[in-house]
């Protein structure tokens, strides 16, 4: 019993320490600013384009509220263990108000330069939040392989992870998602 206990522990321990996360990168930026205004309300459209080369457009977005506007950030997941994906882009637009708004965008990028979002998600941060809406990739700890768990993950005082609930699963099959929504993983429990 203690060899199949020790066991599971290296075996987790293994998984967790080659996991990858989001780094920031500068392989991508923001570029082609439009303005529009709307009657009442004006918006702000821009493109990700590869750095070094603008002609490759990953997507075009639009910040919502230029009052509250704080920032746009770009990260990068390399080698995400997804068939023919080569990277993931995430962009979180920024907002600011009494509480902290973010509006998260994820982009997988192809071998052939192509790129596939997935449904944007929000999320605010206050002062006493206590969980946020992601996505997890086979390669990132408590990934699924071929699978992209649309998550909520829930936090302790101390930032630790408490809780993981699957909002919904996506299968990848080489070009295309097999939409499962489920509500199936709670409780992580890191007492």
Not at 20 to 32: G, L, S
Not at 98 to 116: K, P
Request: proline letters at 2%; hydrophobic letters at 40%; charged letters at 20%.
């Amino acid at each position: 019993m203690k060899n199949i206990i020790t066991f599971l522990i290296v075996a987790i321990s293994f998984q967790f320490a080659h996991a990858q996360e989001f780094i920031a990168t500068n392989k991508y930026t923001v570029a082609n600013r439009i303005d529009t205004k709307q009657e009442a309300y004006a918006s702000v459209g821009f493109d990700i384009v590869a750095t070094e080369d603008p002609s490759l457009k990953i997507a075009s977005l639009n910040i919502l509220d230029l009052d509250f506007f704080e920032d746009v950030t770009i990260s990068l997941l390399k080698d995400p263990n997804l068939d023919n994906i080569n990277e993931i882009i995430k962009v979180d637009i920024n907002y600011s108000t009494c509480c902290n708004l973010a509006e998260t965008h994820y982009f997988m990028v192809t071998y052939s330069n192509q790129s596939i979002s997935l449904p944007a998600v929000e999320n605010i941060y206050c002062e006493n939040t206590e969980s946020e809406i992601q996505y997890i990739f086979p390669v990132q700890a408590l990934g699924k392989e071929a699978i992209i768990l649309k998550t909520e993950v829930s936090f302790t005082e101390t930032h630790t992870m408490k809780g993981l609930k699957i909002l919904q699963r996506f299968a990848w099959n080489d070009n295309d998602f097999n939409h499962n929504e489920s509500i199936a993983y709670t409780g992580i429990d890191n007492n």
